[in-house]
């Protein structure tokens, strides 16, 4: 079946300009992760949606990124004001459950370079 | 707090066997995971242990010792499609987002 889809795959933009990523989950994936992964470096947690329950957004790493899950499927992550720093490979995932063994399935990512 | 330790670099030879490790300090242990991510692509699942012991699939086995806070991803046989950067995750029920990863290791395969 379709894995986790991720658009696009590449963004260049200009620092200061706003980017919106999006991320269409496996179907009836109930929880859906974002992660930010620079160039040889580990995935860093950014935000966490499970179904209704309000998103955790402790790893937001400014008020400048946002992110929203409509109708519990289709996911945005916004960033706002992009600075060089901003520059990784953006990472979705989702997984079945919120239970101990489901693993979490990864979209190819967005790369965003911000000049 | 968390935290979870792996090498960063390793290199083995085709054919050769490879152990990878992983140690963690976690509040709320729910399960560790391991990820192969090959370079520009999505890391993708491998294996899952919450268990003492071992988890053999193919050519990959995972051992967890959850008193030791200690893990790792056997490799036999390796193939040069083995190169690529190794991923533990340790599932922590105390923490929010739950999934916190390590750092990852770049594994290279030589002929």
């Known amino acids: 079946g379709a894995g986790v889809s991720q658009s696009p795959s590449n963004k260049v933009t200009e620092k200061g300009k706003d980017v919106e990523l999006r991320c269409d989950p496996i179907s009836g994936h109930t929880a859906l992760y974002w992660y930010r992964q620079s160039l040889g470096q580990g995935l860093e947690f950014l935000i966490y949606f499970q179904g209704n329950s309000a998103p955790d957004k402790s790893g937001l790493p400014s008020d400048r990124f946002s992110a929203e899950r409509t109708g519990g499927s289709v996911s945005t992550l916004t960033i706002q004001r992009t600075q060089q720093e901003d520059s990784a490979v953006y990472l979705c995932?989702?997984?079945?459950?919120?239970?101990?063994?489901?693993?979490?399935?990864f979209g190819n990512g967005t790369r965003l370079t911000v000049t | 707090g968390q935290n979870i330790d792996q090498p960063t670099e390793m290199t083995a030879t085709e054919g050769a066997i490879v152990q990878i490790n992983c140690t963690y300090q976690?509040?709320?242990?729910?399960?560790l995971f391991w990820y192969q991510q090959h370079a520009g692509e999505a890391p993708t699942f491998l294996s899952y242990n919450v268990l003492d012991g071992l988890e053999e699939k193919g050519r990959f086995s995972s051992f967890l010792s959850r008193s030791k806070g200690y893990s790792y991803l056997l490799l036999k046989e390796l193939q040069m499609k083995d190169s690529a950067s190794y991923l533990c995750a340790v599932r922590d029920w105390l923490v929010g987002q739950n999934f916190v990863f390590g750092p990852g290791t770049r594994l290279s395969v030589l002929p």
């Open positions: 995932a989702s997984s079945l459950r919120d239970d101990n063994n489901s693993p979490l399935h």
């Open positions: 976690t509040s709320g242990f729910n399960g």
